[in-house]
Each structure stands twice: as C-alpha cells, then as structure tokens.
C-alpha cells in the first residue's frame, strides 16, 4: 500500500470549561487515510467525530497527539508554507448547507473565494470559468453562480458546499455528516456524485456519519468511534462481516433490513458501557487480522471473540 496521505497518532481534544471541569472529547484516537480512498468514520450523536475532523483541518488545535498530512506534521505550529498547503490540499463539506454558505454572497463568489484567495487565476474571465465548470461538475446550471444560498433546495445548497471544496482540487476532502440533512433520495444523488468525483479526481474522503447503510456504500474501511475512543476499525467487510466489540455489534443490529423476512427475526442488541463496566482507557489495541483491530483488554478481547462466534 502507497504511503498514508493522512496519519493520525495518539489524538487528543480537550475542551476546558472551568478550573475543575475539562470536557475529554477525543482520546488517543489513531488512523490513517490513503491516497483515493474513502475512509468512514461512525458513532453515535456526541461521540467525537465532527471534533476530529475539525481538529485535522485546525479549525480546532489539538491538545496532544501528531497529525500528518502530505508527508507535513500539521498538529503544531503551523509556518506559512504549511499553512498555505493545509488551506489548498484539505477541504471540509459542512453539515449545514444553509449556516456554511455566506447568505449575504452569491455563489459564485462563494466557490470561488479560495480560488482568489490563493491566487489561482490569473484573470476574472479564467476564475469564472473554473467556477462554472464546478458546478456543472456538481449538477447545478453555471446561470446559478448569479444567485444566493437561500434560493436554493436543501441539495442543491449541499451541491454548492461540495463545490466550493472542490474547486481547489483537495487531497483530502473531510464531509462532516454532509447528507444527514437531506432527504434520503437526495443523499443517494449527493453520494453517488462524491463518488464519481472520486473516481475523476482521485482525491480522498474522511466520510463522518451515523448512517451506517450508507457508510457501508460508500467507504473502504470504517472506524467506529464512541465516547471520544476508536473502539474497532477495519475494511468494511471486516466490520460488517465480523463486528467484535460490542458496541460495533450494537450498531449494526440496529440497522433496518429491506427484506421482510429478514426483519422479523432481527435483534437489536443493546450496549450500556458502565453497566458492561468496560474501561476504554485501560484497552489496548487488538489485531483480528488484516486491518482489523479492536480497542480491548485481553480478557475482554477473548470473551467479545467467544461472544461473535469467532472463537
């Protein structure tokens, strides 16, 4: 395998929020992204993973850990050159498409504010262009450019966020839950459209999301994060195929499945950590072959093991 593009090491993000009380949103979370892939990161709500993607791309600063993107250690002080990289090779796709998108601007501009920021063209007719190409890329008229965010649908907002971190050709795109707000046909339109910008571009994808059916769909491995820890990670078959800790086996038994039959007889199982007295702290990684790991004690890793039949 090529060399990461993005490595994660031992990441950290603490919150104070008095003297006595420090929210420990992240801890010790560790993974690497490579080059055209799509990597997935899922939990549930308050879990960490919009905190993750907004440490990687420093709209947060990391309390601890080493962050390296594109072979530059991007977790400490940043110098210009750095800076300027960071900025250019990564691009965030926001949850909202209606608070990310600057109403007061047309959407033109909007795409196109890193292109002048960055001095990317060299005329207005050249920058013009490239906008409107983006959005034809992303399925909107290049006539949509005159207009502004709230004269758009929910998915055509979303089209114009995709767009706008397009536009500078990223190697890592990070899509902090970008189809959540989106009715469940118009996700399926904006995924497929990330795919085969994927195809084109060969960039790479930090996909965060609670939907797993869609995780699955479109991600080459899968890390599952819950309460600030990364409790397994694996391929997608590795995960789906052979869920090992609980929690992961929780998450996917809660999946509805389309055939009746099949529903019928599913159990959603349910997973209380304290109840379960799991200390995520105290865990180390385990390998089940491959890429597959799970955050575990020995004797815990032994019993999840028995318990998903993997002996």
């Given at each position: 395998?090529?060399?990461?593009?993005?490595?994660?090491?031992?990441?950290?993000?603490?919150?104070?929020?008095?003297?006595?009380?420090?929210?420990?949103?992240?801890?010790?979370?560790?993974?690497?992204?490579?080059?055209?892939?799509?990597?997935?990161?899922?939990?549930?709500?308050?879990?960490?993973?919009?905190?993750?993607?907004?440490?990687?791309?420093?709209?947060?600063?990391?309390?601890?850990?080493?962050?390296?993107f594109n072979g530059k250690r991007i977790?400490?002080?940043?110098?210009?050159?750095?800076?300027?990289?960071?900025?250019?090779?990564?691009?965030?796709?926001?949850?909202?498409?209606?608070?990310?998108?600057?109403?007061?601007?047309k959407v033109g501009d909007i795409i196109g504010e890193g292109l002048d920021i960055h001095r990317r063209c060299a005329t207005r007719a050249e920058r013009d262009a490239l906008v409107a190409g983006m959005l034809q890329k992303v399925g909107l008229s290049p006539a949509h450019a005159e207009r502004y965010p709230h004269q758009f649908s929910g998915g055509q907002r979303q089209r114009v966020g995709i767009a706008r971190a397009l536009v500078m050709n990223p190697k890592l795109?990070?899509?902090?839950?970008?189809?959540?707000?989106?009715?469940?046909?118009?996700?399926?339109?904006?995924?497929?459209?990330?795919?085969?910008?994927q195809d084109e571009t060969g960039c790479a994808y930090l996909f965060i999301a609670h939907d797993l059916s869609m995780v699955k769909y479109i991600s080459d491995r899968i890390g599952v994060l819950h309460l600030g820890y990364l409790v397994e990670t694996g391929t997608t078959e590795e995960i789906f195929s052979?869920?090992?800790?609980?929690?992961?086996?929780?998450?996917?038994?809660?999946?509805?499945?389309?055939?009746?039959?099949?529903?019928?007889?599913?159990?959603?199982?349910?997973?209380?950590?304290?109840?379960?007295?799991?200390?995520?702290?105290?865990?180390?990684?385990?390998?089940?072959?491959?890429?597959?790991?799970v955050l575990a004690t020995d004797a815990e890793f032994e019993k999840w093991k028995a318990e998903a039949g993997l002996g």
């Open positions: 395998m090529s060399e990461a593009l993005l490595n994660v090491e031992g990441l950290h993000q603490h919150f104070p929020i008095t003297r006595r009380f420090t929210v420990k949103a992240v801890n010790g979370v560790s993974f690497a992204i490579y080059p055209g892939e799509t990597y997935g990161l899922v939990g549930e709500s308050g879990s960490g993973k919009t905190t993750i993607g907004r440490s990687i791309i420093r709209l947060h600063t990391p309390t601890a850990g080493t962050v390296t977790s400490g002080p940043l110098d210009r050159e750095t800076r300027n990289m960071l900025r250019e090779d990564m691009q965030m796709i926001f949850q909202d498409p209606m608070s990310s998108l600057n109403p007061r601007k795109i990070i899509a902090d839950e970008c189809i959540s707000a989106l009715d469940v046909s118009i996700q399926a339109q904006v995924v497929n459209l990330m795919r085969d910008i052979n869920p090992v800790h609980p929690y992961t086996r929780s998450l996917i038994s809660a999946v509805p499945q389309p055939n009746p039959e099949l529903e019928k007889r599913r159990v959603a199982l349910s997973y209380d950590r304290d109840k379960a007295g799991v200390d995520y702290a105290a865990g180390t990684e385990h390998s089940l072959g491959g890429s597959h790991t």
